[in-house]
């Protein structure tokens, strides 16, 4: 499977997609506002990536509104937040067979671009 999560409308994500290639490379994407992430979508990421949290973005504006900074939160907690706002899922997500690459830091990214110049 090769697919990208990731938010149509975020500058960050697009500016990953154009630097990666990843729009010419033929990977299947979601805009995760327009088309929900499923439960099995999201336990598939957590299986590749160890856990909901690494999958978490504290980033989001919720995080704040809602006081989860200072919440000692569940794997639980971390799941079903990431189901109800697609805000908390850390972007992108993009799935290439084996490998899972998350988020927007410099190594990921540069890690990303390596293995969709593979493809």
Known sequence: MKKIYHLANCTTCQAIIKETGIDKAGIEDQDIKTQAITPAQLDKMKEMSGSYESLFSRRALKYKEMGLKDKKMS???????????????????????????????????????????QL
């Not at 639980?76 to 084996?98: A, S």
């Not at 988020?103 to 990921?108: A, E, L, V, Y």
């Open 75 to 117: 794997e639980k907690d971390y799941r079903d937040l990431i189901l109800q706002e697609y805000t908390f899922l850390k972007r992108p997500v993009v799935i290439l067979d084996k490998q899972i690459f998350i988020g927007n830091d410099k190594k990921n990214v540069a890690a990303l671009k390596e293995a969709v110049g």
